[in-house]
């Protein structure tokens, strides 16, 4: 991702000079000036909808693009029967079809073609049943199927696979990086900087409002701050007054090297998620669970044999289900650490204390960015509460789920 060679090499107060921070509100030709805070997929959905629609956004990212939690993503788009309860789910579905409008408007590409998730066990299997006919009354078009439709759903699942499955054909997959740089282009192209290595550190106020962002670079004007900064727990508390408890946890994600395409769905089976890219590269991924002997927020393994260990064990588990990998090639393995507030559902929302400082904090965010960025950045220009969001807003008492 291309950063703005001029504001990259010089410190931006010195460029902005000293009206840049004595402006007042709007002061642009009455263009709301917006500093997004986190290129993570959250930052750059709601950075692209926010200089579209008229403001003047500069996105800054304290390392890179996608660089935290949207970079080591498994990237499966759903609204499945784990997104409860209601409202959730009816986010999720917008989230869904955002990302078919994103695909023709950005040209990122999506993977279509569905899911079909399973369990060991026939308990698990039954509350399954139940969930999709739950999943049914709420309109999404999900469904039990049964051995002969998988098979010929997935020709290349291995013979002994499972006896049946939810089908939930509007689930997609995406490569987050991917698209968290098409949303960056599509943001620069409606007028929007992207400030790499440049960290947010403070806020200045003019009475109550906020006046300007203090970065590692220098001072940004700013009539809103958008705080899209995953799993960074200090900065709500600290810049916002908004505490967000979170329950961040870890995550392995395996690519293998490109092969011949032979998935056109995401497989969600017992412990082990797979998915392929458009580009023939196959992404592996598992549940939340803890990894014993590697340190809180550690971006690497402690060491490379620990790595490919890792990368064994997922690749054994996706080679039961698909024999095709028997013999992949990894082409990366990594450790990412999902953002998760505590009841695990998003926090969005102009800070009750700081309410020119707007939280953007989420899971599912690969999921949830088109719906996320696009409802966010009306808020934040409109200046008006959509009432979908009010089960998400940042002065909520947090329970955990
Ligand atoms: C292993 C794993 C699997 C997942 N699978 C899925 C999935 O299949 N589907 C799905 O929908 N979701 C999934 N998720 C969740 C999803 O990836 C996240 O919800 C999403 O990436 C969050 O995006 P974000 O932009 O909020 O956070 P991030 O991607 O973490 O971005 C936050 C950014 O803020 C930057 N930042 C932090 N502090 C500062 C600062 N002071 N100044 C400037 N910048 C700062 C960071 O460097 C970072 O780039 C998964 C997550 C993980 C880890």
Redesign the pocket.
Known sequence: MPTHPRLSRRPLLALLGASAVAGCARAENGRLKVVV???????AAIGYFLSKNGAKVTI????A??????????????ASWAKQPRHYHSLSQLGVSGWAVLEEELGIPVVHGGSLEWFDGKARMAALTQQIEEQQTWGEPSRMVEQDTIASLVPSLAANGPSSAAFAERDAAVD?VAATRGLLSGAQKFGAEIIEN????DVALRGARLRSVITSQGELEADRLVL?????LD?PATLAGSAVPQEVTP???VITKARPMVLRRLLAGPDIYLHQLSDGRIVL?EPARPLPGVLDRAQRFPDDARAEQEAARLLAKAAAILPDLKDAEIADVSI????MPIDGHPVLGPAPLRPDIYL?????????APAIGQLAAYEIIEDRAISRLAPYRPGRAFTAA
């Open positions: 805070a986190g290129a993570g997929i959250i930052g800054i990212e304290k390392d693009p996608a660089a935290r939690a949207t970079g080591k993503s498994f990237g499966w788009i759903n987050p440049c960290g947010l550190e899209a900064t995953g799993a960074a900065l995550g392995v994600i991924g990412g650490w999902r953002p953007a904090i989420t899971h599912s965010g690969v999921t949830l």
